[in-house]
C-alpha cells in the first residue's frame, strides 16, 4: 500500500491533502474486524481508501468529522483521488481519481 498523497474533496468542494501511513490501514483494518457485516477486506477497497483518508485527516487535524459524518450525510466527503506526482505532468494540482484508468469494454474472465 503507497503513502501517495490524497486529495479529499469535502461536501463544500474545498481540497485536503493527506498523507496516510501504516497507521491508517491498520486502523481500517482493525475496524473492519469490528465491523463483520462490512464484509471482507477484497469487498471493500474504495472503503478502504476513504478510510485511510479520513484517519490520516484526523491525524493530521485536517477534519474533526467522525468517521459516519465522513462517509455519510450532507456534509460527508464527495471524493478522494491520488495526487499526481510532480513528474508525471506540470500541473502541480492535478489530480487522479480512483479507477480513472480502468479500461471499458467485456469483462475477460481468469
Do not use: C
Amino acid at each position: 500500500m503507497s503513502n501517495a498523497t490524497l486529495v479529499i474533496t469535502t461536501h463544500d468542494d474545498q481540497k485536503l491533502e493527506v498523507t496516510p501511513n501504516i497507521g491508517d490501514t491498520l486502523a481500517f483494518e482493525s475496524t473492519l474486524r469490528k465491523n463483520k457485516a462490512w464484509g471482507s477486506l477484497t469487498d471493500n477497497a474504495m472503503r478502504m481508501q476513504f478510510f485511510r483518508a479520513w484517519s490520516a485527516a484526523k491525524r493530521e487535524n485536517k477534519t474533526d468529522q467522525t468517521w459516519d459524518e465522513f462517509s455519510s450525510g450532507e456534509h460527508a466527503a464527495v471524493d478522494v483521488s491520488f495526487k499526481k506526482d510532480d513528474d508525471e505532468s506540470g500541473d502541480d494540482d492535478a489530480v487522479v481519481s480512483l479507477g480513472e484508468s480502468i479500461p471499458e469494454g467485456q469483462p475477460t474472465s481468469y
